[in-house]
Each structure stands twice: as C-alpha cells, then as structure tokens.
Nanobody, 125 residues
Framework: QVQLVESGGGLVQTGGSLRLSCAAS????????MGWFRQAPGKEREFAAG????????RYADSVKGRFTISRDSAKNTVSLQMNSLKPEDTAAYFC??????????????????WGQGTQVTVSS
C-alpha cells in the first residue's frame, strides 16, 4: 500500500502561482511513477503532469505545458507541482497518484493504483 496526502491548494488570482505537494508513505516510493490529475466540477478527472521514478522523465498535458512543473524528492518521499500563470480554467480539485511502473508515466487514470484525497485549487478572475 502507498498512502498519499496532498497539500498546498488554495485561492489565487489569475496570473498567480501555487505549489502543491504530495507526501507518500508505505511501499518504496522510488519504484513508482507519480502523477497529478485534476477534476473540475461536472468534468472528468484529467491528467495534468507526471514524472518517472527516477525523476528524469516528465510528461505534461498540453493545457499546462510551460506553466506547470512537476518534481520529486526521493529523500523526502514527496512530489510537487509548481503552478505558475494560473488561469480560471485551472480551477479544480488536484489529485496525486502513484503508478507501479517506474520507467513510464501513464496519462490515463487506470494506470495509477494509489490516489490521494485531493486538494482544491481555485483561480479567481
């Protein structure tokens, strides 16, 4: 089992920044690719960003590319999402997820076995 706890959400104005963090505990963190998904009200949960177990490989949704940066700290068992130039359409609940495939970053929900409870991000216009 892997337990994931997100933090760092909140209310920010358009153009602002937020940094989300996900703390992992349980099985070896270094064996898992990690991802951030988001879900707006009435919409499907969608992939935002992901990172391989080594931290070398990353993937981003086109909608966040160039504005969001994912990183991980294996010593602290954390993965972070730095979000800059935020837009109202970034408003969503953000979820951290772990995938038991260290060398590849899935972009579909089914690729992830463990999920956090989510943290809300609201961007005001």
């Amino acid at each position: 089992q892997v337990q994931l706890v997100e933090s760092g959400g909140g209310l920010v104005q358009t153009g602002g920044s937020l940094r989300l963090s996900c703390a992992a505990s349980g099985r070896t963190f270094g064996n898992y690719a990690m991802g951030w998904f988001r879900q707006a009200p009435g919409k499907e949960r969608e992939f935002a960003a992901g990172i391989t177990a080594s931290g070398i490989g990353t993937r981003y949704a086109d909608s966040v590319k160039g504005r969001f940066t994912i990183s991980r700290d294996s010593a602290k068992n954390t993965v972070s999402l730095q979000m800059n130039s935020l837009k109202p359409e970034d408003t969503a609940a953000y979820f951290c997820a772990a995938a038991a495939m260290p060398y590849f970053v899935p972009t579909n929900r089914d690729g992830y076995q463990y999920w956090g409870q989510g943290t809300q991000v609201t961007v005001s216009s």
